[in-house]
């Protein structure tokens, strides 16, 4: 009932791992994952559009039949936020869609049923978005003056009775594509949905 757009931000430019988006991973090219992944859940998402200022990018896109959208330059920077990005897709797109999948590059490995729980989640608690957290199960602190200062702990606290803290992970984000043209990805009200899976960890940026 819902049309469902899944946007693959990948851009040319990587400083920490140059040509990161398309290097290969298990043979495939590493936005490519993501791409499988979309396409394996065609029964949620029924359009998937690659959003990139890379020639390479461009070429095994076409390839592989998948709708690209040239990113211009001055939306290919360090400094260009995620927001930016979806929001030039909506914008520069004839047709209109109910919410907006964001599946990035990044995060190439993905719990088999984890969109598909995401989905109904966002449904059933009718929230404008959801994205996708994890446990925090380290003891961080500062160093200021060469003294290590804890965080998130106390010394001799055990690990086990840290209080509960969630990190993004980066795995999946979904939103009303509405909230997107309103300059929105998340907010204080998005569903947290909390992934407790090894795959949560994967995030290849160097």
Request: charged residues 25%; contains cysteine.
């Amino acid at each position: 009932k819902h049309r469902t757009l899944a946007i693959i931000p990948a851009r040319k430019d990587s400083k920490r791992l140059p040509g990161k988006n398309y290097k290969e991973l298990g043979g495939l090219p590493l936005f490519t994952h993501s791409v499988n992944y979309a396409r394996i859940n065609s029964e949620i998402i029924v359009e998937i559009i690659i959003s990139t200022d890379d020639p390479i990018i461009i070429d095994i896109a076409k390839e592989e039949n998948l709708r690209v959208l040239e990113r211009p330059k001055n939306l290919a920077k360090d400094s260009t936020s995620t927001i930016e990005v979806l929001t030039h897709v909506l914008e520069n797109i004839n047709e209109t869609y109910d919410f907006v999948i964001l599946l990035q590059p990044t995060n190439p490995l993905r719990p088999k049923n984890l969109l598909i729980d995401c989905w109904k989640t966002i449904l059933d608690t009718n929230s404008e978005s959801l994205f996708t957290v994890s446990r925090n199960h380290r003891k961080f602190g500062k160093i200021e003056n060469d003294n290590f200062k804890p965080f998130n702990y106390t010394f001799g606290q055990r690990s086990q009775e840290l209080e509960p803290l969630y990190y993004e992970n980066g795995l999946l984000y979904i939103a009303k594509a509405e909230m997107i043209r309103n300059g929105k990805l998340m907010d204080g009200n998005s569903f947290p949905y909390i992934v407790d899976h090894p795959f949560a960890e994967v995030d290849i940026d160097e």
